[in-house]
């Protein structure tokens, strides 16, 4: 369990490298943790340095807490994740989002590599989520529930902020980059979802799969956070082309949209 002492030992760590006080907080995916490059004045603390917090141990994932400013906004960005696949606790895999929201941040910004369901996707597409599905049977918000981080019961269904989705549009365009929209999928992994497990969330409405994102999102949204989520379509998920998948092929396809991920970014910081 999660407790405000576990938050505030967490809390306090970072005060002690970096004393700015960031308002946007963004998760970086596999692959796109470049977008951390271009932090000014930043300072970066690994993950092993703050108290509680979990330690990345998949490739594309660096693990560590990266404060500065970006676009004349002051940020903090975690490049790196935490996954179910790696056997931490969905509370455990939120926690750093209970920090973030005590740091002060006010909106989110989530980020990750997934596979294309819609099959008038390609790899390279960037996916403004709209909504998501949660087929992992997890949920970081089981168990007892602390009123100061949140309440009981909290309200998903704008989830994905529709303010925050308009600016990422209009950036898009300011931009000339083609964002798609649609329903992510997250599935526990770490094995990727067989044909006939995406023939199923395809039918679900899904657009997009992926082993992250839900448990900070719904973490965000219970400490009253506005949350932004872009998917990198890094490959088409299992069945839809012949041949196999691979985590490598995910890191290299978000490579090549580095340059239009981060314009996108830095341009929706500015409009924030």
Request: hydrophobic letters at 45%.
């Amino acid at each position: 369990m999660i407790t405000q002492e576990m938050i505030r030992e967490a809390v306090a760590a970072i005060h002690k490298h970096c004393s700015v006080r960031p308002s946007i907080g963004l998760i970086l995916g596999s692959g796109l943790g470049v977008m951390a490059d271009e932090v000014e004045a930043p300072v970066s603390i690994p993950y092993g340095e703050i108290p509680h917090f979990p330690l990345s141990t998949v490739e594309g994932h660096a693990g560590e807490l990266v404060i500065g400013t970006l676009s004349g906004k002051p940020v903090v960005m975690m490049k790196g994740r935490f996954h179910l696949y790696e056997g931490y606790s969905p509370s455990l895999i939120a926690f750093p989002i209970r920090v973030l929201a005590a740091l002060g941040i006010q909106q989110l910004i989530v980020t990750n590599a997934a596979g294309g369901v819609n099959e008038a996707f390609s790899p390279g597409d960037l996916m403004l989520i709209t909504d998501h599905i949660n087929l992992s049977g997890s949920n970081p918000l089981i168990g007892k529930n602390d009123d100061r981080l949140g309440p009981r019961f909290p309200d998903m269904s704008n989830a994905y902020s529709l303010q925050l989705r308009q600016i990422a549009q209009h950036s898009a365009l300011k931009q000339h980059i083609q964002l798609r929209e649609g329903v992510y999928a997250w599935m526990s992994g770490p094995n990727y979802e067989t044909p006939a497990e995406i023939h199923m969330v395809r039918k679900l409405g899904a657009d997009a799969v992926g082993m992250s994102t839900v448990p900070e999102v719904l973490a965000a949204v219970h400490s009253g956070l506005s949350v932004l989520g872009i998917s990198c379509i890094t490959n088409m998920a299992a069945g839809i082309l012949d041949q196999p998948l691979n985590h490598q092929e995910v890191i290299e396809t978000a490579q090549k949209v580095e340059r239009s991920f981060k314009q996108l970014i830095r341009d929706i910081l500015e409009a924030l």
